[in-house]
């Protein structure tokens, strides 16, 4: 039943809220209503309907309201009714910052809490931001960088589709020559060399290039020419580094450096030294005719290839998908018909290449997975930071009603309070982004030297990077004090003075939630931490299949030394602690690798099959203790091993599809057919990231490029003088370079162990801050219950069940966080280590030990205030009122 | 209907000229304009009452609150000397503009209906 009198009641009540309206503006517009109403109802309309229209006829309350004020105000000015607060109050904004600062000085504990997680929070965001900028600066110094493009090969062969960063050696000139889109093309063909300079005498990286190179990349020379440097074969252009280790202070253009102690090569020019943050490194630059030899097998070779990169500088206006689809044509034009289909030549911009995951990579690159686990990171970080914050502030809100209920009575609005509140936030976010830049500061050189990368304060001049902290200081500072601002602004002016707003226990639920989500972040990076850092220990511990404790390896450079290994070998074996030596084409872990394609007794030539081919002398397999799994190893009585035998691996053998791989032909490319006699147990010839490769042993002793000896380690010091004694005594012209195999091995997981030691201490801070909130909600709780505590101590309560009352709801916050997360982290960490051919389990006793551990920290981390409060008298808690 | 602005404008002379014809209270001046309008000048009926305590302020109208026979309490506003100056003050002015648009306005057929 409608009740007109009380509907009436109410619009009036709705008046009264206006301070605009005095009681005699009511009663007269309460005639007005009821006139209406009634003429309404003579028409016929129901009570409802006409008290409806009757209302709707009268207006907006606030729009009468301002009207009335308009006629009763004598202040012409502004026009602002006076219980509206001003939008512009600046002395405001002093007693926000004085209060703010007096706010953080009386809850000290709660304030350098929030600062302690902040600063980390924000320097672990500075750092990755310093980081992601100086990753994203490489190559930017080109001033043709937008069109610079690097070639790069996909192959597509019956085994699978392999990308990789080298370009057969014949690829460049012609492209030049055809594609009319291209302005230069530059190839780059790495080697390692013996350089000398009189007695200087060194191993170094070169690269031989075309004489275009400074066209197209900005190289700038410090000496010579850029236009005829590189013009005439052998001749070189240095860096600044080089020219200053073999010719001291002066200016060496025009001076020769000896090259595998026969070429001279002339010094045409030298460049500034490259910039950190170069993807391409390159130390001594050498003209490429000097390879133009008859003897030089990749000339005119379209399906060879080696360590040879193309670089092109495309015209300007000209696009690279054109370019890219014309690489088909000349694909077409010069391989052979039945593999022109093999290769399909891409490209990819110079921005591009630092960030590029090819194979036979030759630039300096960074895998952006890396990156974006420690954006990722570095966000956790911050957001659980912010959450320690929000909790923090909200749970004291209870304290600060009074506050808010003395200014809301003096006339504050909602949304002033605020703006006072967030710039409490601001302020502290302030002072942790200064705590986070000398934090940043005292960090930089250990990221330096952990990254090799180069990141220095300089980056304060980036206009980006500024920008970065000003958005990081405003982001955070809303992120964290947005809600509590609402949360606290909140109270109710007469429930506060009353005393009712002392329970308050809002935002409980929410505060759950955020422990839970901090938690979870934590939970999830420990485990990850300690799954990354056992596969890192897998890798490193894991038995390659051979024995790689003992090894000492020596490059062999000097092409006479074939012809004496057996006396070397004999010189060598003279000392005890020698135990076994040999000579190969390659060893594992050494990065020397070289690849054909055989074809097994009565298949078709196209079906044949890519493998590697290690060519090694009688003692290889003795000396890297590897298994004869069925026939026998190349022996000295059988005289054509060298002519008519192979040994193969067991992935070959499978790869060939042999049931019985003994006495099966098979040939390498034109060769004959030669007998396979042995079956050699599978062995990890690189890293533990790659399958193994089928591989082919060949009798070769005359092409040896390592010398690998079986050592005792007893004496390793006195060992390995003994052993470069001995080598440069064969092969004086050549410095003794040497290597411990394990250690190779173990810097192909630099990287993963590099993501460890970043990502267990960013979890170690991770778990620190939420332990630092929960210790600051505790001891909340702690205080709040102070007297519920002191109630149940009188009625008889053990210490126990005190401690179970306040611990209880974190540990199942806790419980619930780690279950939570579990799935989450398992699928993320069972892809990344599907990255790896050899990878651990995921071991669930990680995920339980990460529970009971956490638990365990919550509970010492509670336990001091939780005693306290257990043990508290409660006469202390119970006389205060 | 006429325009916001207009009626903001108009609402003054309107309620004094209808208050020189004698007492009134607002439900009735509403009405009484509405009537003599037919229904083209209407007002959001709570605005008038701002208005009228404004020339009140201003002293060109004075009130009374009378008891009705309903025995309701009606607020019944008076035309003043002072009130019945600025009426002809305004009349003064709305004439002159009126004497601008009708001379503005004549020869132009289509605006005459």
């Known amino acids: 039943m409608f009740n007109l009198n009380k509907k009436i009641n109410e619009w009036k009540k709705s008046l009264h809220k206006n301070p605009s309206f005095e009681e005699g503006y009511i009663e007269e517009l309460e005639s007005h209503l009821r006139d209406l109403i009634e003429e309404k109802i003579k028409e016929g309309k129901s009570t409802k309907e006409s008290f409806e229209f009757a209302v709707g006829k009268i207006g907006k309350v606030n729009d009468i309201g301002e009207e009335y004020f308009k006629s009763d105000t004598t202040n012409k000015i502004s026009g ?9 109050m600046p002395d405001l904004i002093w007693n926000y910052f004085k209060v703010a600062v007096r706010n953080i000085k009386k809850y000290k504990s709660i304030s350098l809490t929030n600062i302690f997680g902040l600063s980390i929070g924000i320097a672990s965001v500075l750092l990755i931001s310093m980081l992601v900028i100086y990753e994203m600066s490489f190559d930017q110094f080109h001033e043709n960088k937008s069109r610079i493009f690097r070639v790069y090969t996909e192959t597509h062969r019956p085994e699978g589709e392999f990308v990789m960063a080298c370009v057969m050696f014949p690829f460049a000139p012609a492209a030049e020559e055809e594609i009319p889109e291209i302005e230069h093309a530059v190839r780059f063909c790495e080697s390692s060399q013996l350089v000398a300079n009189g007695d200087k005498k060194f191993y170094e990286k070169l690269i031989y290039t075309d004489e275009n190179i400074f066209n197209v990349f900005s190289f700038p020379l410090k000496y010579g020419d850029k236009e005829k440097a590189l013009s005439q074969k052998n001749t070189v252009v240095i860096s600044e580094k080089i020219a200053e280790k073999y010719f001291g202070n002066e200016n060496p253009v025009g001076k020769t450096l000896l090259f595998l102690n026969k070429d001279n090569y002339k010094v045409a020019g030298v460049f500034y030294d490259l910039p950190h943050n170069s993807s391409i490194e ?3 630059l050498a003209s490429i005719k000097s390879l133009y030899t008859p003897e030089f097998p990749r000339l005119e070779n379209w399906t060879s290839f080696s360590n040879d990169y193309t670089f092109l500088l495309l015209k300007k206006g000209s696009s690279a998908k054109a370019v890219e689809e014309k690489f088909e044509l000349l694909i077409k034009k010069n391989v052979e018909p ?6 399909v030549m891409k490209m990819q911009n110079i921005n591009e290449i630092h960030f590029s995951d090819l194979n036979y990579e030759f630039v300096r690159t960074i895998p952006p997975l890396y990156i974006y686990i420690f954006m990722a990171v570095a966000s956790f970080i911050l957001f659980i930071a912010c959450i320690n914050f929000i909790n923090l502030s909200t749970a004291r809100s209870a304290r600060r009603g009074k506050e808010v209920g003395i200014r809301k009575v003096a006339g504050a609005s909602r949304f002033q309070l605020v703006k006072q509140f967030l710039s409490e936030s601001f302020i502290i976010t302030i002072i942790s982004l200064f705590v986070s830049l000398i934090i940043t500061y005292y960090l930089l050189p250990e990221i330096n030297s952990l990254l090799r990368s180069n990141l220095s304060f300089s980056l304060f001049y980036n206009v980006d990077f500024v920008l970065i902290i000003i958005a990081l200081v405003f982001v955070t500072s809303i992120a964290a004090g947005l809600y509590p601002a609402f949360v606290l602004s909140n109270a109710k002016p007469v429930s506060v003075m009353k005393g009712d707003n002392q329970k308050n226990n809002k935002g409980y639920y929410l505060r759950a939630v955020l422990i839970v989500f901090q938690f979870a972040l934590s939970v999830f990076l420990i485990i990850s931490t300690i799954t990354i850092y056992n596969q890192a220990e897998f890798l490193t511990k894991h038995n ?14 000097d092409p006479q030394l074939n012809q004496r290994s057996e006396a070397l070998k004999n010189a060598l074996l003279s000392d005890n602690n020698i135990l076994n030596v040999t000579f190969s084409s390659g060893t594992p872990a050494s990065g020397s690798t070289s690849t054909s394609n055989f074809v ?19 003692d290889f397999i003795k000396t890297y203790g590897l298994q004869v799994l069925e026939g026998r190893e190349f022996l000295k009585e059988f005289s054509a091993d060298e002519k008519e035998s192979y040994l193969i691996n067991e992935t070959a053998a499978k790869k060939f599809g042999f049931e019985l791989p003994i006495g099966k032909k098979i040939k390498l490319g034109d060769e004959q057919f030669q007998t396979i006699v042995g079956v050699i147990k599978d062995f990890n010839y690189s890293s533990l990231r790659e399958e193994i490769s089928p591989t082919v042993f060949k009798l070769n002793t005359s092409n040896a490029r390592f010398l690998s000896l079986q050592i005792n380690t007893a004496e390793t010091e006195r060992v390995v003088e003994f052993v470069k004694e001995n080598v440069a005594a064969f092969s004086p012209n050549y410095p003794v370079e040497y290597y411990f195999m394990n250690e190779r091995f173990e810097n192909y997981y630099k990287a993963e162990r590099t993501i460890g030691k970043l990502l267990s201490a960013f979890s170690i801070i991770a778990v620190i801050i939420s332990c630092i909130g929960i ?7 702690a205080e709040q219950k102070s007297k519920e505590i002191g109630i149940r101590k009188v009625l008889g309560a053990s210490v126990g069940s005190i401690l179970l009352l306040i611990g209880k709801q974190f540990i199942k916050w806790i419980a619930v966080s780690n279950i939570i997360v579990w799935p989450l982290a398992h699928m993320f960490l069972n892809k990344w280590l599907n990255n790896f051919a050899y990878r651990v389990d995921i071991n669930y006793l990680v995920f339980a030990g990460t529970l009971a551990g956490s638990i365990l920290l919550a509970f010492i981390t509670m336990g001091y205030h939780t005693f306290k409060a257990a043990y508290s008298n409660p006469v202390n808690s119970l006389r205060t009122e | 209907m006429i325009s916001k602005n207009l009626a903001a404008a108009s609402t003054k002379p309107m309620i004094l000229a209808i208050l020189r014809g004698g007492e009134n209270y607002g439900y ?3 009405q009484r304009v509405k009537e003599i309008s037919g229904g083209d000048v209407e007002w959001a009926d709570g605005m008038l009452y701002p208005v009228l305590h404004k020339l009140e302020k201003d002293g060109f109208v004075s009130t009374r609150w009378i008891i009705s026979d309903e025995g309701r309490r009606r607020k019944y506003y008076k035309i003043t000397a002072a009130g019945k100056e600025e009426l002809n003050t305004e009349i003064k002015q709305w004439m002159s503009v009126h004497k601008v648009f009708e001379k503005l306005w004549e020869p132009i057929p289509a605006y005459q209906q």
Not at chain 1, 775 to 781: A, K, P, T
Request: charged share 30%; proline share 7%.
């Open chain 1, 338 to 343: 039945e593999l022109a289909d093999r290769y």
């Open chain 1, 775 to 781: 210790l600051g909600l505790v001891s909340f709780v």
């Open chain 2, 28 to 30: 009735q001046i509403i």
């Open chain 1, 544 to 557: 390659p299949g051979f024995n790689d404790e003992q090894m000492l390896v020596v490059p062999i450079y």
């Open chain 1, 600 to 618: 097994s007794e009565g298949k078709n030539e196209d079906e044949e099959i890519h493998m590697q081919i290690l060519e090694i002398d009688y």
């Open chain 1, 80 to 88: 602002r009714p006076s219980w509206k607060s001003p939008r512009w």
């Open chain 1, 282 to 284: 390159a130390e001594i």
